[in-house]
């Protein structure tokens, strides 16, 4: 009877040095190709935030707080005795039965709101009187106004809301107060 072979063949053995080798890999990107596209990425990045951010000066775009200030009336004296403004002029129509809310396109335009105690502009020039600077101090307002100064500008007592408040300067977090300059 011939003896069968064994089911079992252990493994090769290889030579000792082998096992301690790294294999080389032959990669067809080499660094110089890395650094290419890297600064390709770049470039591309760079280009396109160029693209996005330009801005346009004309009057559809009120893209940053200097083109509001160059727009307002009597620009100068509004920046130096006040703050410019975006004016919104609409009305609202409220029906009670049935309760509906009506509401006129709004009219933008540029304007100023002066703070309290430059309030003698007006007065010098002969738009406000003593009366209407009155009752506007006692209710604790200040005046803001439209078109030119030197023109027939519209001037009214506004009242500064601080209920809702500015939600892109209270950040969560931030601490101190409300700078004065911020009080009208």
Do not use: H
């Amino acid at each position: 009877m011939a003896r069968k072979p064994p089911r079992y063949t252990p493994p090769r053995s290889y030579p000792r040095e082998r096992e301690y080798e790294t294999p080389v890999s032959k990669s067809k990107i080499n660094y110089g190709t890395i650094a290419l596209f890297g600064g390709i990425f770049v470039l591309g990045v760079g280009v396109g935030i160029g693209f996005s951010s330009t801005a346009s000066f004309n009057p559809e775009n009120v893209a940053s707080r200097e083109v509001i200030d160059r727009s307002a009336p009597n620009a100068e004296l509004c920046i130096q005795f006040g703050s410019s403004a975006i004016v919104t002029d609409m009305r609202v129509f409220v029906t009670l039965n049935p309760f509906n809310v009506f509401v006129t396109q709004p009219i933008m335009q540029p304007g100023c709101v002066l703070r309290r105690n430059n309030w003698t502009i007006l007065e010098q020039q002969k738009l406000v009187d003593s009366q209407q600077v009155n009752a506007c101090k006692n209710r604790m307002n200040t005046f803001g106004f439209t078109g030119p100064l030197e023109g027939k500008p519209k001037i009214d007592c506004i009242y500064q809301n601080e209920a809702a408040g500015n939600l892109f300067v209270n950040q969560p977090g931030a601490v101190g107060p409300r700078p004065e300059t911020d009080k009208f």
